[in-house]
């Protein structure tokens, strides 16, 4: 610090202080204190300031610091490239940054990483001899020792804000005194690291690094964060709970989220890639057609699915699909709206680019569908075949951003989509007012979403578009789905006798178009076919706070929450938390458990929790992409609450209308 600082009168922020500074500071040196822990700070003597709050989402002033210290704290972190963007913003050009932690590249950072926290608990009660280790906010904590945290991966990502590197030292346990003292836990040490740095060919290293960072005086953040009013959690905690609580951090979430879908790129993995190529079709197909043999050749994608989720290359390739882009379209633009930032807006424009490149071949039409072939119990949807499932949701997207940026191509692309949908796919008539529509232009009726869908989107059309003829199909597609509903208030994925299963996001599908179906038109009957849905909805889809996905399941299922289920259920609830209050409890709530423990350290989502942990394997089309959309919502929706702007659904019946898709 001397050295770096030139000797200067020194503001010092100690992030994830602890109860005792790790380095002694001489000289003309004040200190500023945080920590999570209130019990930890009570017990320093050495600070200046101090602050409860997590050094993840604590905003500082910016250039407020000299110098920031963060010892042995990130590997502690769930998202330290949170706590790393904002030293990067609160420390002054030619202010220093301290970074001390495990290397997770080495023999102690994989056995810290790997095993749970009862084990590092017991290491310092019976290793250690600390008896209190682990209670009353005391050591050891828990421990995530994110990849991301390497010493390189720190590096690379302190670059791009003006941050180098000044100095860097390393050590290794079996350097301290501790170990050295204790032979038989010495030499086998010892012995394990040479044998693992042999065979990983010196990949594994020292068990601790030390990084000094310095700003460059000319060096700046590319993402500076905000400069915001931020309460201190005690007087948080005297605030009554209100709408949109989680409105700041969905707003950093969604800022991560666009930082990394840039990186990782706009094609991936899906939740079909198991069943998507040769090997996983012809399982399928078999399944569907002889159970007993099927299941034992579907039984090793299965067990993949269940333990391996990464295995999904083995049996195809990422790929791109429009209901994804479809997806981000809309939630970029409501970013935009949300904002005001340009680039949003733009990036909302290169979805809708996109998407007029990834139409359906061979139709005269715009519409868009899957690109793999898709085995279903009814047959074979080849690939390039329309969804009445996808289509609808690149209609919106593009209503939205013609609301936006009025363009006359959007508009001739959304007279060519209605055409589609009113034109190209079947209709049978199952009573003297409903039809049930068909799932594509080729095959059978009866699925209970594909007519909800195809009706609300026809309605919208005809609002849109301001064409009449549209509404008398998209009235008799409306009564299909409130004719079946069951007495319970449920809504079977089929009414063919065969596909009866009851499950969540097939449930909000129904019930957004619904919604919305109602909004646009008034229809009392959509309003109380969603009285009973709701009830059904709120007492049989939800597990411990978060959707439960099925109320009456098909099959097997391996996994206990899935994002997707996640991201439809914040959106019905935002569609619907003003006709029905509980859904504002069960909006918050979601929104905290998904903020708590499905976003990852590189900013993307969990796709699912497993059995036995998580699948980490980012799909763009199974949950990324409507989790986007859906957070984005709801920022919208907390600005609009903020400056009490409420558009009149009489005169603006549309804008708002589609905001819940």
């Known amino acids: 610090m001397d050295e770096q600082l030139d000797g200067r009168p020194v503001r010092l922020l100690e992030a994830g202080c602890g109860s005792a500074s790790h380095l002694n500071f001489g000289g003309d040196v004040r200190i500023t204190g945080i920590d999570i822990s209130q019990k930890q700070l009570e017990r320093h003597v050495s600070l200046n300031e101090k602050i409860v709050g997590d050094i993840q989402r604590y905003e500082f002033a910016p250039r407020s610091f000299d110098a920031i210290i963060c010892w042995d704290v990130l590997e502690h972190l769930p998202q330290p490239k949170l706590a790393l963007h904002k030293f990067a913003g609160s420390i002054k050009p030619g202010g220093i940054v301290i970074l001390k932690l495990p290397n997770v590249l080495s023999l102690k950072g994989l056995i810290t990483k790997f095993f749970p926290h009862y084990v590092h608990v017991l290491a310092y009660r019976y290793f250690y001899g600390d008896k209190n280790a682990g209670k009353d906010d005391t050591a050891p904590f828990k421990t995530f020792l994110r990849f991301a945290v390497a010493r390189k991966a720190i590096e690379r990502f302190c670059k791009q804000y003006g941050l180098e590197t000044v100095f860097l030292g390393s050590s290794d346990v079996a350097s301290s005194h501790w170990l050295r003292n204790r032979k038989a836990a010495f030499l086998p040490y010892v012995m394990l690291k040479r044998s693992f740095q042999f065979l990983t060919a010196g990949l594994i290293g020292d068990s601790d690094f030390v990084l000094v960072l310095k700003k460059t005086e000319s060096g700046e953040a590319t993402h500076a964060p905000a400069v915001t009013e931020v309460r201190e959690p005690a007087e948080m905690a005297l605030l009554p709970m209100k709408p949109f609580i989680h409105a700041n951090e969905v707003q950093k979430v969604l800022e991560n989220f666009s930082i990394w879908l840039g990186d990782f790129g706009e094609v991936s993995y899906d939740h079909q890639s198991f069943y998507a190529g040769p090997t996983g079709r012809t399982a399928k197909s078999l399944y569907y057609r002889h159970k007993t043999l099927g299941t034992a050749a579907v039984a090793p994608m299965v067990f993949c699915e269940a333990f391996f989720p990464a295995a999904r290359k083995l049996f195809h390739h ?94 001739r692309i959304l007279e060519s989509i209605a055409r589609h949908v009113f034109a190209d796919y079947k209709d049978l008539q199952v009573s003297r007012t409903a039809s049930t529509c068909s799932y594509t232009p080729y095959d059978k009726m009866g699925v209970v979403n594909a007519s909800a869908y195809r009706a609300f989107t026809l309605t919208s059309a005809a609002k849109f578009l301001d064409d009449d003829r549209l509404l008398e199909v998209s009235q008799r597609n409306l009564n299909f789905v409130l004719e079946s509903q069951s007495p319970d208030g449920s809504w079977p994925y089929a009414m063919d006798a065969k596909r009866d299963f009851v499950d969540h996001f097939h449930t909000c599908f129904v019930m957004k178009s619904l919604a919305k179906i109602y909004l646009l038109t008034g229809n009392e009957d959509c309003m109380k076919a969603l009285k009973r849905g709701v009830d059904f909805y709120t007492r049989n889809l939800f597990e411990d706070g978060m959707p439960r996905p099925f109320a009456k399941a098909p099959r097997l299922t391996v996994y206990r929450h899935e994002l997707y289920d996640c991201a439809e259920c914040i959106n019905l609830c935002l569609l619907l938390r003003k006709y029905f209050p509980q859904l504002e409890t069960t909006l918050e709530t979601v929104t905290a458990g998904f903020l708590n423990h499905w976003v990852k350290s590189d900013g993307s989502f969990r796709s699912r929790r497993l059995m036995f942990g998580w699948d980490n394997v980012p799909m763009h089309r199974w949950g990324q992409s409507q989790m986007f959309r859906s957070l984005a919502l709801y920022l919208y929706e907390a600005q609009a609450a903020d400056t009490q702007v409420y558009e009149n659904l009489d005169s603006k019946f549309y804008v708002r209308d589609l905001r819940a898709a």
């Open 318 to 411: 990422p790929m791109r699909l429009p209901i994804a882009d479809a997806h981000y379209a809309m939630g970029f633009a409501y970013l935009h709206e949300a904002t005001g930032n340009e680039f949003y807006a733009h990036k909302a424009m290169h979805f809708l680019e996109i998407l007029q490149k990834t139409r359906c071949p061979g139709f005269k039409e715009y519409c868009w569908g899957y690109p793999f072939d898709w085995v279903t119990q009814g047959g074979v949807i080849p690939a390039g075949i329309p969804l009445i499932t996808t289509t609808p949701y690149v209609f919106e997207a593009f209503v939205q951003m013609e609301q936006i940026r009025p363009h006359l191509k959007w508009r």
